[in-house]
């Protein structure tokens, strides 16, 4: 097949160096459920009868010709494979009229795109436990919804078909990794002693005309407890990372907080599990950090969904997107990855701060061998190797004069 393209390109090029051809275009479409051996047309528009061939027939790539096929005498179009939009929404082929002006035809097939996949939840049941005193506006994450068809009949909406009393709840939605991601959102005051469980039957329709379905059954059960849901700090979070990043290094660091006390405002964090491949590139640590759990591939852009979930009866969740841009690949030498242990989390010592407390933690991110670590530019820190090779603890030894007893002075600024 390789031989025979080459063979045809080269007498194609030979055309082109001895003639000035008139070059036109042609365009065809194709439902994308067209049977094998559909006649998608003619080249001249017409049937042709020839006994010899009427044109040389060059496909661009070799993938085509897998899909269509032309008869060189008669100039008929015909499918010889099944054809997905999804997977390839467009053809070229290139044709050279063999006699008379050796006209050259540039023909494209558009494959027509047809609404042969309906929407699907992730999960077809889910059950919320919210708190009678839920504040207007409360989100709960729904399961993700995916539809195998382009974005015209991809999941354009979505519905509370039955089960919503007095519209106490709506739903929102947003696109992440051009997916829509649904919220179930609280519309109106609840309360339990009016109505302690609500059925709903939530339905996901495409653009198609009519649209296809998916139905998601949704228990939400209400109870007097936990009235606060955590609140991100920010709604989405960005952060940009070399694309050669360690594995396990720390990426960015998100915040929710809770207006609750006790259990109910403790908080706890988790990357929400949807088909996208980016859930299996991060993992995030109970505190909010995320981290590299596998390479990155450079220019690539990850949208992760976040859901911040408090340790109230029952638990209160909220969500955040957090977009991590790849940047490309640079070399640079082993970082270090310092983890300040103080209350600021961040290079600023109290003033109440004694000698030989820890106040950071440095790890290493490749060792080599007689790899040692020196601190330069202060004495008031001193670096202590722990039963891990690559992992330093930094100690505060001292702050030359500036220390009365074993006390930092706030107003003896010292910066190093």
């Known amino acids: 097949m390789k031989i025979q393209t080459k063979k045809k390109m080269k007498i194609l090029l030979f055309f082109f160096s001895i003639i000035q051809a008139t070059v036109c275009l042609t365009r065809f479409t194709v439902p994308e459920s067209a049977q094998i051996g559909f006649r998608i047309g003619w080249i001249s528009g017409k049937q042709e009868e020839s006994v010899a061939p009427k044109y040389f027939v060059v496909f661009p790539d070799e993938q085509t010709s897998k899909f269509l096929k032309v008869d060189e005498r008669s100039g008929e179009i015909s499918t ?33 795109d047809e609404n042969d996949n309906a929407p699907s939840f992730a999960d077809s049941n889910v059950k919320f436990e919210i708190s009678e005193f839920a504040q207007l506006g409360t989100s709960f994450a729904l399961p993700t919804v995916s539809d195998g068809d382009g974005p015209k009949f991809d999941v354009h909406r979505f519905v509370i078909l ?23 959102v609280v519309n109106g005051q609840l309360d339990r002693e009016f109505r302690d469980k609500y059925e709903l039957l939530i339905e996901a329709q495409d653009g198609g005309k009519p649209a ?43 915040q929710a907080t809770d207006a609750d006390i006790g259990e109910n405002s403790r908080i706890s964090y988790e990357i929400k599990k949807t088909s996208s491949p980016s859930n299996s590139n991060f993992a995030i640590s109970p505190s909010g950090v995320i981290t590299t759990t596998s390479g990155l591939l450079p220019a690539s852009t990850h949208d992760v969904i976040v859901v911040a979930s408090d340790h109230g009866n029952p638990p209160l969740s909220s969500s955040a997107v957090v977009t991590i841009s790849v940047m490309g690949s640079t070399l640079a030498s082993p970082p270090l990855d310092i983890i300040w242990l103080v209350e600021s989390n961040s290079a ?58 074993k006390t930092i002075f706030r107003d003896k600024k010292l910066e190093f």
């Open 162 to 184: 039955q089960g919503n009393v007095n519209n106490v709840f709506k739903i929102t939605a947003r696109k992440v990794n051009e997916q829509l991601q649904a919220d179930l």
């Open 212 to 254: 296809k379905t998916g139905q998601l059954r949704c228990s939400i059960e209400i109870v007097d407890a936990n009235d606060n849901a955590p609140v991100f700090t920010r709604s989405r979070y960005t952060a940009s990372v070399s694309a050669n990043v360690s594995i396990g290094s720390n990426i960015i660091t998100v």
């Open 80 to 112: 010889i494979a099944h054809l997905d939009y999804e997977k390839r929404s467009k053809f070229e082929i290139v044709a050279v009229r063999v006699e008379e002006s050796g006209e050259t035809i540039d023909i494209l097939v558009d494959v027509d």
């Open 348 to 405: 600023h010592l109290p003033e109440n701060t004694t000698l030989g407390s820890i106040v950071a933690r440095v790890s290493i991110a490749q060792m080599y061998r007689d790899t040692k670590l020196r601190l330069l530019g202060t004495s008031s820190l001193c670096p202590q190797q722990t039963d891990q090779s690559h992992v330093y603890l930094l100690l505060l030894c001292g702050i030359w004069l500036f220390l009365s007893g």
